[in-house]
């Protein structure tokens, strides 16, 4: 029986949550994350009619967005300082990370200029996607290669935390706060933090506007003290499955074969980032005395939400962390293709 687009829905939040309960059993980092994604992942190898519509994840990146809000507070400012030389350091991060991902994408796998160009820059996917197609590289390739580094990214960085720092991380992440802890005027606040946010960010064209505009209201009502409204865990266990979701069903419709091929190819450009990225981590941890697992997770080349969520979920320097990715993503999609155009006319 042929499913429908709401049955495919239905399906693939089951999935998802199906691997974070698995995940969640065996006492796994960031459960209901990981679990979701992988599982996702799973079925879209087997070619199961998952379906994430496209109503589906701006709620939950609202959500995410509002929560991550709720991380700012007048001590944040006082770190500001620091944070110049690690977003200077995120420049060079992006030309060297970049670079070395190019490098592999030409010689490795044989990408053409425009292809292994566009699937290099650490960039936002539907941006690089968009502007690799627009200047003659593989849509397809591209698309696959930044799902499968995100998905990559994300699968790897909890363990590789826990290897490098020591620190365990817990299934849920952040300490876990009961249902019973909501309130109404909390939920109030909360709501409003979101409809506020989404149409100041549509109005503004804010860049990613269902995660920076609830997080800039949610912001600005924590840091003034008009409202302290902090969501269950039940919220965060909710959004990391829709996000784990996401990420497992990008590769829906693609031909087993082709997923194999390119999550291979994706395996040694991934490890070629990470790498970069603790090199550079360590280099200014050991120069500005930042927390170490802070700005791991500022210069991992994940997406956006994905890392903001992981951050949020781990309680590590939200502030700090969202900003860093949110300048890559704007530093990248402005700067490749004045980039390109300089490589091409070599």
Same mark, same amino acid.
């Not at 809000?69 to 991060?93: A, K, N, Q, R």
């Not at 790897?156 to 909501?182: K, M, W």
């Not at 829709?242 to 419709?253: D, L």
């Given at each position: ?6 049955? =495919? ?24 994350? %990981? ?16 379906? %994430?519509?496209?109503?589906? $994840? ?81 849509? =397809? ?9 995100? *998905? ?9 935390? /826990? *290897?490098?720092?020591? /620190?365990?991380?817990?299934? !849920? ?26 149409? #100041?960010?549509?109005? %503004? ?14 912001? *600005? ?8 409204? /902090? ?18 069903? $990008?590769?829906? =419709?693609? &031909? ?15 490890? %070629?980032?990470?790498?970069? !990225? ?20 500022? *210069?991992? &080349? ?6 903001? #969520? ?8 939200? &502030? ?23 490589? $091409?006319?070599?």
């Amino acid at each position: 029986m042929k499913l429908s687009v709401f049955g =495919k829905f239905i399906l693939t939040l089951a999935i998802g949550a199906i691997g974070g309960r698995i995940m969640w059993h065996f006492h796994m980092p960031l459960a209901w994350l %990981l679990g979701a994604m992988i599982a996702c992942g799973i079925a879209a190898l087997l070619r199961l009619p998952l379906a %994430l519509p496209a109503f589906a $994840r701006p709620p939950m990146t609202a959500t995410i967005g509002a929560m991550l809000g709720t991380s700012f507070s007048p001590s944040v400012v006082e770190h500001v300082g620091l944070w110049i030389i690690s977003l200077c350091g995120l420049t060079v991060f992006i030309a060297a990370a970049g670079s070395i991902a190019y490098l592999y994408f030409r010689r490795v796998a044989g990408f053409d200029h425009p292809t292994a160009y566009f699937a290099a820059m650490p960039g936002g996917l539907i941006e690089m996607v968009t502007l690799g197609a627009e200047r003659g590289g593989d849509e =397809k390739m591209i698309a696959l290669i930044h799902a499968a580094r995100i *998905f990559l990214v994300v699968l790897c960085l909890p363990f590789l935390i /826990q *290897f490098v720092t020591g /620190q365990t991380i817990g299934r !849920s992440g952040s300490s876990y706060i009961p249902v019973s802890n909501a309130e109404l005027e909390g939920l109030l606040w909360f709501l409003a933090a979101i409809v506020t946010g989404v149409t #100041l960010g549509t109005l %503004l064209r804010f860049p990613a506007r269902y995660l920076m505009g609830p997080m800039a209201v949610s912001a *600005f009502l924590h840091y003034f003290g008009l409202t302290d409204f /902090q969501l269950p865990s039940l919220a965060l266990s909710a959004a990391q499955v829709v996000i784990g979701a996401t990420v497992g069903c $990008r590769f829906v =419709k693609t &031909p087993p074969r082709m997923i194999l091929r390119v999550i291979g190819l994706s395996i040694g450009s991934t490890l %070629l980032l990470l790498c970069t !990225s603790l090199t550079f981590a360590f280099v200014i941890s050991m120069w500005t005395g930042d927390r170490f697992m802070g700005l791991v997770l500022a *210069f991992s &080349p994940g997406g956006v939400a994905e890392m903001s #969520l992981i951050a949020l979920s781990l309680g590590i320097e939200v &502030p700090f962390v969202v900003l860093h990715h949110i300048v890559r993503v704007l530093l990248v999609v402005a700067g490749s293709t004045f980039v390109f155009r300089f490589m $091409r006319g070599r």
